[in-house]
């Protein structure tokens, strides 16, 4: 036993806080629990009784309504008062008819003790007959139930009677010749509105109860109903003389009156208090019944039990209080035991046991302490077995990755080299070299983004990068990272293994070219065509510009053989005759006839001359024909040369913006003549609304000619099977584009009608060498780098073939590169 144990400090008060906490804490929420059931049950209960009140209410109105409506109708339909009314529009003042008819609507009115009067109006609105005689010979052409009357059933809401000051209703309806329909008048039911008060009015605060009412319940429960204007029609148990004089613009009441919404709730009445009420809309006359109760009375059982169960709490707490006090100092007294052994143990006293007797979970638990003690003498001699075996393991993994023939290497979370194997020194380096440097200082693209890619995207598990050795040469490295992350999830370092793949990319290219001059080899044949058609035309207008030539010499030769300097002599002469004196006497006609010689002589010259020019002028223009036409064709040969250049060129790839629609215009005037000729007719469907995208164009140009070529050779093999069954069919290859917004994509598809490809050969197309040519002219290797390349561009390819019919490649390449989170090799 363990003296000066207490109970009131350390884990003796931190127990009884428990347990009072955890004793207490139950009852008082059950109670509050229970306190919360029993109020919304209570009010859930009120609130449906307050409902089931206003249906009742509801339809014993509206069986009344029903029954004035009815009433009206069946007298109005009365064969007796539809001929005495005939009889009166045609001979108003005949006193037996009236007598008779007054009696009538008399009868008619003791039939129900709430009808007031019942009377009838002709066509110009006066009353012919009514129960009540000092109204006959009344003119009510402007009352509403005459005006709406004459139109069909009508009922009119409660209102003041003038004469009489009493509160009625009244019920029309008109009266129509029987065969013809003709209106002979309306009949009015006077109803008193007394009988709403019988139904809605409970018992007055401070008023003997009276028997005859239909009750409410309690002190403070009402029922009303308000019209559309918002006015009482019915009485109020704590306002006199509340009808049509009380207005009520509650909440409720709006509510219905706006959008025909019944509620039932809480809210305040036309008095401004709390209540509980309940709304119902009668819709035919547009009234609102009110059934309501005051908040105060309603929740009274609440309070009642508010305090009951308050004292009950209370009781119940004070007994908790001792009963703690009593168990915790029986739990109190073996822990504290059990606390001394235990430091004995934290002291290195791992022969110390704890005595006890309980045969209680106290006296389990220090049993289990005693126990766990020989438990942690047993773990600490294995521990030290252990820590050798590990120390043994360590030394076995450093010489694993010491050794591996793969670079292996550790980085920490700012990307700085903690861990680095000898295969390093194939580059150049020495470990202790780059220990402690950053990862950026050995990458070709030292930008800080690649090397966040590597550290902080631990989820992507292959890069290939550019890296340089120690000689400052570039190596194709592929990177495969992971993140080597604590029990929390929390990242400690980054693990890489490093692969050197240049002599691969190197032998990459090779292949590439090596298809680039395959698919020339399939050009040259058809572009050589092309060139020796422009060469011929060339020939023929340098053959014809020689002899336009020689024409133009001859006529030139023509025009120096023409003796126009002789005639030009004779005039000379001439003239110096006129000057010798000596020749004055000479005669007219002499002179005449001498230079009639020489103008005869200059005419014929002038017409050679004229023909001479023709001739030159016409040869003229054929010879500048010819030049230009020449001229075409050598840049038409130029350029076909110069494109097979560019195509065959090898150059290093160049990602940019281009327009794959450009990029089809261009391979297609490179090699559409050639398939024409093959009896191919090629159809552009090019998307005018495709947006340039990142690619290598040259790159892109290879992959479009390869399918096509396959799609050609696809097409003659067709062509050569329906020939040999008499049957000529010209293959369509079709390539176009289209972009798919929705899929951020720009799609190429190359479509032909040959022999299609088989559902065996279909999943081996893209095979390195795989080929279906029988005339030992395929390689196997352009669908394969095709694939590579869209590969390479975060693309793909999809195939869609039918044997016999045709095949159809789609390629889609992206708008962006990949998101980041994609798992895939990329070139930083």
Same mark, same amino acid.
């Given at each position: 036993m363990i003296?000066?144990?207490?109970l009131?400090? @350390?884990?003796g ?5 428990w347990?009072?906490?955890l ?5 008082i929420?059950?109670?509050?629990l229970?306190y919360r059931?029993?109020? $919304?049950?209570?009010?859930n209960?009120?609130?449906n ?6 249906d ?6 509206l069986?009344?309504?029903?029954a004035g409506?009815?009433s009206s ?6 064969e007796?008062?539809?001929r005495?009314? +005939?009889?009166?529009n045609?001979?108003?003042?005949n006193?037996?008819?009236v ?5 009538y ?9 709430d ?5 009838v109006?002709?066509p110009?609105?006066?009353?012919v007959?009514?129960s009540?005689?000092?109204n006959?010979?009344?003119? /009510?052409?402007?009352a509403?139930?005459f ?5 069909g059933?009508?009922?009119k809401?409660v209102?003041?009677?003038?004469n009489?000051?009493e ?9 129509l010749?029987?065969?013809?329909g003709?209106?002979?008048g ?11 008060n019988?139904i ?12 005859g ?11 009303y109903i ?6 009482m ?8 003389e509340a009808?049509?004089? *009380? ?8 509510a219905?009156l ?7 709730? %809480? ?14 809309y009668?819709?035919?006359m547009?009234?609102v019944?009110l059934v309501?109760?005051?908040e105060?009375?309603?929740y009274?059982p609440i309070?009642?039990f508010?305090?009951r169960a308050g004292?009950v709490?209370g009781?119940c707490?004070i007994g908790?209080?001792?009963?703690s006090?009593?168990?915790s ?6 822990? %504290? ?8 143990v934290?002291e290195?006293?791992?022969n ?8 209680d ?6 049993n289990?302490?005693?126990?766990m ?6 773990a ?10 590990l ?12 050794y591996a023939n ?12 903690t861990?680095?194997n000898?295969?390093?020194? +194939?580059?150049?380096?020495?470990e202790?070299e780059?220990?402690g ?6 990458? #070709? ?5 690649? %090397?966040? *890619?590597i ?6 598990r292959?890069?290939e990068?550019e890296v340089l ?7 194709n490295v ?6 080597v992350?604590n029990k ?13 793949v ?5 032998? /990459? ?5 090596s298809?680039?001059?395959?698919s ?6 058809g572009?050589?065509?092309e060139?020796?058609n422009?060469i011929?035309?060339?020939y023929?207008?340098?053959?014809e510009?020689?002899?336009?030539f020689?024409r133009v010499?001859?006529?030139?030769k ?8 002789e005639n030009?002599?004779r ?10 004196? +000596?020749?004055?006497?000479w ?8 230079l009639? @010689?020489?103008?005869?002589?200059l ?7 004229a *023909? ?10 054929? =010879?500048y024909?010819y ?5 075409? $064709? ?7 040369i110069s494109d097979?250049l560019d ?8 990602m940019g913006?281009s327009n ?18 093959e009896?191919? /007719?090629?159809?552009?469907m ?8 990142l690619?290598?164009?040259? *790159?892109?140009e290879?992959v479009?000619i390869n ?12 062509? +050569?099977?329906t ?7 010209? @293959? ?5 584009s289209? #972009?798919?917004a929705d899929?951020g ?12 490809i088989?559902k065996?050969?279909?999943?081996k197309?893209f095979?390195?060498?795989?080929t ?5 002219k395929g390689?196997? =290797?352009?669908?394969s780098i095709?694939?590579?390349?869209v ?6 390819? $999809?195939?869609?073939?039918?044997v ?9 390449l992206?708008?962006?590169a990949k998101?980041?989170h994609?798992t895939c090799?990329?070139?930083l």
């Amino acid at each position: 036993m363990i003296k000066g144990v207490n109970l009131f400090s @350390g884990i003796g008060r931190k127990l009884l806080c428990w347990f009072l906490l955890l004793s207490i804490l139950p009852i008082i929420t059950v109670a509050i629990l229970t306190y919360r059931y029993a109020q $919304e049950t209570i009010k859930n209960e009120l609130l449906n009784e307050e409902a089931f009140l206003a249906d009742g209410i509801k339809n014993h109105i509206l069986t009344i309504l029903n029954a004035g409506e009815y009433s009206s109708q069946f007298f109005a339909s009365d064969e007796f008062i539809r001929r005495h009314l +005939e009889i009166l529009n045609h001979n108003p003042k005949n006193t037996h008819i009236v007598r008779k008819f007054t009696d009538y609507m008399i009868y008619k009115t003791n039939l129900n003790k709430d009808f007031y009067e019942t009377f009838v109006l002709n066509p110009a609105g006066i009353i012919v007959a009514s129960s009540n005689e000092d109204n006959i010979g009344k003119i /009510e052409f402007g009352a509403d139930y005459f005006t709406r009357g004459k139109e069909g059933p009508y009922v009119k809401d409660v209102y003041r009677d003038e004469n009489t000051g009493e509160y009625s209703m009244a019920f029309a309806a008109p009266i129509l010749k029987k065969r013809s329909g003709k209106f002979l008048g309306v009949l009015v039911i006077r109803y008193n509105a007394n009988k709403l008060n019988e139904i809605t009015t409970g018992k007055k605060a401070g008023v003997k109860e009276d028997t005859g009412m239909f009750l409410r319940r309690g002190k403070t429960s009402e029922a009303y109903i308000v019209n559309k204007n918002r006015m009482m029609i019915t009485g109020s148990r704590f306002k006199e003389e509340a009808i049509l004089r *009380q207005l009520v613009n509650t909440e409720p009441v709006n509510a219905v009156l706006h959008s025909g919404k019944e509620i039932v709730g %809480v809210y305040k009445n036309y008095m401004g208090k709390n209540v509980i009420g309940a709304t119902r809309y009668i819709k035919k006359m547009k009234w609102v019944l009110l059934v309501e109760t005051d908040e105060s009375e309603a929740y009274s059982p609440i309070s009642r039990f508010k305090y009951r169960a308050g004292t009950v709490v209370g009781i119940c707490i004070i007994g908790v209080i001792f009963i703690s006090f009593f168990v915790s100092r029986g739990i109190i007294i073996p822990i %504290v035991k059990l606390v001394k052994g235990m430091k004995r143990v934290a002291e290195g006293d791992l022969n110390f046991r704890v005595e006890s007797t309980l045969k209680d979970e106290l006296g389990e638990l220090t049993n289990s302490f005693n126990h766990m003690t020989d438990d942690i003498k047993d773990a600490r001699e294995k521990l030290l077995k252990l820590k050798a075996d590990l120390e043994e393991r360590k030394e076995y993994l450093e010489n694993i990755l010491k050794y591996a023939n793969e670079l292996i290497f550790l980085l920490d979370v700012q990307g700085n080299f903690t861990f680095i194997n000898p295969k390093i020194k +194939e580059w150049g380096y020495h470990e202790e070299e780059l220990i402690g440097q950053p990862l950026i200082s050995i990458l #070709f693209d030292k930008r800080q983004e690649n %090397v966040n *890619q590597i550290i902080h995207n631990g989820f992507r598990r292959i890069f290939e990068i550019e890296v340089l050795d120690k000689q400052s040469n570039i190596r194709n490295v592929l990177l495969s990272t992971s993140q080597v992350k604590n029990k929390e999830g929390h990242v400690m370092s980054i693990l890489g293994v490093a692969n050197d793949v240049t002599e691969l990319r190197r032998l /990459e290219q090779r292949l590439v070219q090596s298809d680039r001059l395959a698919s020339i080899g399939q050009l040259v044949a058809g572009i050589a065509h092309e060139i020796n058609n422009p060469i011929g035309v060339i020939y023929l207008y340098s053959t014809e510009s020689l002899k336009l030539f020689e024409r133009v010499t001859n006529a030139l030769k023509l025009i120096s053989s023409i003796p126009i300097s002789e005639n030009t002599q004779r005039l000379n002469e001439i003239i110096d005759r006129l000057d010798h004196p +000596e020749n004055a006497g000479w005669e007219k006609d002499t002179w005449k006839e001498e230079l009639s @010689g020489i103008a005869d002589d200059l005419n014929r010259y002038c017409r050679e001359l004229a *023909q001479i020019y023709t001739v030159i002028s016409k040869n003229r223009t054929y =010879l500048y024909e010819y030049l230009e036409g020449s001229v075409k $064709e050598s840049v038409r040969c130029k350029d076909l040369i110069s494109d097979l250049l560019d195509f065959s060129r090898q150059k290093e790839p160049e990602m940019g913006l281009s327009n794959v629609n450009t990029l089809i215009d261009n391979v297609l005037n490179m090699v559409e003549k050639q398939y024409r000729k093959e009896k191919i /007719e090629v159809v552009r469907m090019l998307d005018p609304h495709i947006p340039d995208i990142l690619m290598d164009a040259r *790159q892109m140009e290879q992959v479009i000619i390869n399918i096509a070529n396959n799609a050609v050779f696809a097409m003659k093999e067709a062509t +050569e099977n329906t020939e040999r069954m008499g049957i000529h069919r010209k @293959g369509m290859l079709t390539v176009g584009s289209c #972009f798919h917004a929705d899929k951020g994509s720009v799609e190429i598809f190359i479509q032909d009608t040959g022999v299609g490809i088989s559902k065996n050969d279909l999943g081996k197309i893209f095979d390195p060498f795989f080929t279906t040519r029988k005339d030992g002219k395929g390689t196997g =290797l352009g669908l394969s780098i095709s694939y590579g390349i869209v590969k390479m561009h975060d693309g793909s390819i $999809e195939v869609d073939s039918e044997v016999g019919k045709g095949t159809r490649f789609k390629i889609f390449l992206p708008l962006k590169a990949k998101k980041e989170h994609e798992t895939c090799v990329v070139k930083l």
